[in-house]
Nanobody, 122 residues
Framework: QVQLVESGGGLVQPGGSLRLSCVAT????????MGWYRQAPGEQRELVAV???????TTAESVNDRFIISRDNARNTVYLQMNSLKPEDTAVYSC????????????????WGQGILVTVSS
């Protein structure tokens, strides 16, 4: 069974930085597009940044000059480096992976992590 485990969230002051990590655990043969979404209180979930297996990225305009997505395919991990954080970045951040092929030929169209809270406040 493949699961996504997120880490790196927490409380940070405005202007600070955090790095989120999401590792896919289990016997994994292939991970497709990996990325991050967020949901602020009372808001709909929105895309933050995603990266394809080939390295192509899509980043939300609201963060594209502050957040950097990267992935380490050897470690089945995707990262989100968040710089110059603002109070409006406060949200639950969730990892998402598409088109997963696991051991035994099991396929998952999409997987989600449990979500991790990022709070930007002084």
């Amino acid at each position: 069974q493949v699961q996504l485990v997120e880490s790196g969230g927490g409380l940070v002051q405005p202007g600070g930085s955090l790095r989120l990590s999401c590792v896919a655990t289990g016997i994994i043969l292939r991970l497709g597009t990996m990325g991050w979404y967020r949901q602020a209180p009372g808001e709909q979930r929105e895309l933050v940044a995603v990266m394809s297996l080939e390295g192509a990225t899509t980043t939300a305009e609201s963060v594209n000059d502050r957040f950097i997505i990267s992935r380490d395919n050897a470690r089945n991990t995707v990262y989100l480096q968040m710089n110059s954080l603002k109070p409006e970045d406060t949200a639950v951040y969730s990892c998402n992976v598409e088109d997963v092929i696991a051991g035994g030929g099991k396929r998952y169209l999409e997987l989600w992590g449990q979500g991790i809270l990022v709070t930007v406040s002084s």
